[in-house]
């Protein structure tokens, strides 16, 4: 139980284009979602937190109109980048709490070229 | 300011030998700890936890010791397998790992056959 579905798994987008990575949760409603980055050979960096029907908490230093969040429903949240640029490079992934820990969207590869 | 420390990028052990990967925490308010495996473009995948409450979980071939004392935990993988080569990531969390994970940088294990 407490899948989390993630898409795309990889894009390439052109600088100054938007790019949307969906995540659904697929046995289980999700009032909440997580959203991580991860740079090479670094650590999971928590990015915002979303939350169904109001609005999404943004950690220190993530440009909110940059990264846009939208958790419209219990099953599904997004996350929006923006205008993307070459340092917006990174794996994004989505995660859920559950009891005694997280579970994991597969992960979205994005280049920006 | 790094609150989870995997200070070891990289470990490399021999098939069927002992795995032991480390972590400290600076936080004393975290009181639930976490263990994930990751695999080059996929999300992590949980492994094993512990509760500040214990010093040590046991889950068939993976161990997590807790020094609260030391703030350090540590995973042992007896015997290492091949399969076991990914990076693995230490997280911690107040209130029993439902609030945000903060995350080490991981460690890569390497199992050579």
């Known amino acids: 139980g407490a899948v989390v579905s993630q898409h795309p798994s990889r894009v390439i987008c052109k600088s100054g284009t938007s790019v949307k990575i969906e995540c659904r949760s697929l046995?289980?409603?999700?009032?909440?979602m997580f959203w991580y980055r991860q740079f090479p050979k670094q650590s999971l960096m928590l990015m915002a937190t979303?939350?169904?029907?109001?609005?999404?908490?943004?950690e220190q230093g993530v440009e909110k109109d940059k990264f846009l969040i939208n958790h419209a429903s219990l099953t599904l949240s997004t996350l929006t980048v923006t205008s993307a640029h070459p340092e917006d490079s990174s794996f994004y992934i989505c995660?859920?709490?559950?009891?005694?820990?997280?579970?994991f969207g597969s992960g979205t590869r994005l280049t920006v070229v | 300011d790094q609150q989870v420390k995997q200070n070891s990028p990289s470990l490399s052990v021999q098939e069927g030998r002992i795995s032991i990967l480390n972590c400290d925490y600076t936080?004393?308010?975290?009181?639930?700890f976490l263990w994930y495996k990751k695999y080059p473009a996929e999300g992590p995948t949980f492994l094993i936890s512990?509760?500040?409450?214990?010093d040590k979980n046991e889950d068939g071939r993976f161990t997590v010791f807790l020094n609260k004392s030391a703030k350090h935990l540590s995973l042992h993988i007896v015997p290492s397998q091949p399969g076991d080569s990914a990076v693995y990531f230490c997280?911690?969390?107040?209130?029993?790992?439902?609030?945000?994970?903060?995350f080490g940088k991981g460690t890569k294990l390497t199992v050579n056959p």
């Open positions: 997280a911690a969390s107040p209130q029993g790992g439902s609030e945000k994970l903060v």
């Open positions: 046995d289980f409603q999700a009032t909440t």
């Open positions: 979303s939350n169904e029907g109001s609005k999404a908490t943004y």
């Open positions: 936080n004393s308010m975290f009181d639930y």
């Open positions: 995660s859920h709490p559950v009891r005694y820990g997280y579970t």
């Open positions: 512990i509760s500040s409450i214990k």
